[in-house]
């Protein structure tokens, strides 16, 4: 494989419903687009880096540095095996996953077309249909979340996770509970946690949650242990889980119960698949997580899911709760049962509808081989 032509763009897309968290409030995206073409083929990848260093420290100014300065120079008429060849190949740059596994990505989409399969058929992935949940953000009131998760549910979604942070936690799930006893429930504290609220933290063990998700610190493996040592909740590793190696740590430290694998945060495929791997074999339970992604990456989740070890529903729903107009076609839309179909045709399954991406890009960089 030769990658020919590589067009990184970023498109401005405006949430339908603002998206807030413990490290702040999202209103628009700016997402990054890497377009491929290799060998005849166009493939498509997202870079899935936030608009602010909150969740991890790359940024949507920091993926288009390090690949404009970086990762384009390196790739650009270098032959590569095969799509997992590009880990190796960029591995003298340091950091910056979710920079390189939007490159990766494009490169998956591309071999899946030229062997004729779907991306999820390719990466061994078996489902036909994946399980989903959807992520919540903190409401303005107890009140509106509440009306939300009615009407999520009601949208045939199964299992339901909400943000929190201190001051809005543990009333708020009592709530929650309250009025929905046998929901499958979870919470997001995306580290606004500390050690010493370890206390604290015990008293969700009162209302049977599927796992509480990264507590503590966004960098930390030892705490989460020591914490999960004193609670019955299942901790279950976001932030923290960035490799292979951290995941190997968190398992035999006891750190966690359950790993959410996200393609950016990993890296990429090659890396999402050896964590994958590695937590099936020891059983424990993954998911695939998500980061308000457009459709181009909300594809990649799908395909991701499709894997066996992805046993419990993922932060991968429908279009429809995030964007006005996907930038793909069909847009992603869950079923009465709160599943989502894979996809049968060869690559990504879904098509990048050109026109709506032209449309909201607001700028574009092109390398070509000579
Ligand atoms: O922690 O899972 C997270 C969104 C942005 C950054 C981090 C997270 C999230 C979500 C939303 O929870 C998941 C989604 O709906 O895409
Ligand atoms: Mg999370």
Same mark, same amino acid.
């Given at each position: 494989m030769k990658i020919e032509v590589l067009t990184l763009r970023e498109l401005r897309m405006e949430l339908r419903h603002p998206f807030e968290t413990s490290f702040g409030l999202t209103r628009a995206r700016r997402i990054l687009l890497v377009e491929v073409t290799a060998d005849g083929a166009t493939g498509w990848g997202e870079i899935t880096a936030g608009e602010g260093p909150f969740y991890s420290g790359e940024t949507t100014e920091? @993926?288009?540095?390090?690949?404009?300065?970086?990762?384009? %120079?390196?790739?650009?008429? *270098?032959?590569? %095996?095969? *799509?997992?060849?590009?880990?190796?190949?960029?591995?003298?740059? #340091?950091?910056?996953?979710?920079?390189? =596994?939007?490159?990766?990505?494009?490169?998956?989409?591309?071999?899946?077309?030229?062997?004729?399969?779907?991306?999820?058929?390719?990466?061994?992935?078996?489902?036909?249909?994946? =399980?989903? &949940?959807?992520?919540?953000?903190?409401?303005?009131?107890p009140a509106a979340l509440l009306e939300k998760i009615e009407q999520e549910l009601a949208a045939g979604y199964h299992r339901i996770k909400i943000k929190i942070k201190p001051g809005k936690d543990l009333e708020l799930v009592r709530l929650v509970r309250e009025r929905f006893p046998q929901i499958k429930l979870m919470v997001d504290a995306n580290s606004a946690y500390r050690l010493e609220d370890a206390p604290h933290l015990k008293q969700f063990d009162a209302y049977r949650l599927m796992m509480i998700e990264q507590?503590?610190?966004?960098d930390d493996i030892f705490e989460h242990a020591q914490l999960q040592a004193q609670t019955k909740t299942p901790i279950c590793l976001d932030e923290s889980i960035t490799n292979l190696r951290q995941a190997r740590a968190a398992l035999d430290l006891q750190a966690c119960k359950v790993?959410?694998?996200?393609?950016?945060? $990993?890296?990429?495929?090659?890396? @999402?698949?050896?964590?994958?791997?590695?937590?099936?074999? #020891? &059983?424990?339970? $993954?998911?695939?997580?998500?980061?308000?992604?457009?459709? $181009?990456?909300? @594809?990649?989740?799908? @395909?991701?899911?499709?894997?066996? &070890?992805?046993?419990? %529903?993922?932060?991968?729903?429908?279009? #429809?709760?995030?964007?006005? *107009?996907?930038?793909?076609? %069909?847009?992603?839309?869950?079923?009465?049962?709160?599943?989502? +179909?894979?996809?049968?045709?060869?690559?990504?399954?879904?098509?990048? +509808? #050109?026109? +709506?991406?032209?449309?909201?890009t607001k700028r574009r960089e092109t390398w070509r081989a000579r």
């Open positions: 920091t @993926a288009w540095h390090v690949v404009r300065d970086f990762i384009a %120079p390196m790739v650009v008429e *270098a032959p590569l %095996p095969s *799509a997992g060849g590009l880990g190796p190949l960029l591995s003298p740059i #340091r950091g910056h996953p979710m920079a390189k =596994a939007g490159l990766e990505a494009a490169l998956w989409d591309i071999e899946a077309q030229q062997k004729n399969l779907p991306l999820s058929r390719l990466l061994g992935g078996e489902l036909e249909e994946i =399980a989903c &949940g959807v992520s919540i953000g903190l409401q303005p009131s507590p503590l610190a966004h790993i959410n694998i996200k393609l950016g945060r $990993v890296g990429g495929y090659t890396e @999402a698949r050896r964590v994958h791997d590695l937590c099936r074999a #020891r &059983g424990i339970p $993954v998911w695939c997580g998500g980061m308000l992604e457009s459709g $181009v990456g909300r @594809a990649h989740n799908i @395909a991701l899911s499709t894997l066996p &070890g992805f046993t419990l %529903p993922g932060d991968v729903s429908a279009s #429809r709760r995030y964007w006005e *107009a996907d930038i793909i076609e %069909p847009e992603v839309e869950v079923t009465r049962q709160g599943t989502i +179909r894979v996809p049968a045709a060869p690559g990504l399954g879904f098509a990048v +509808r #050109r026109e +709506r991406v032209e449309k909201l």
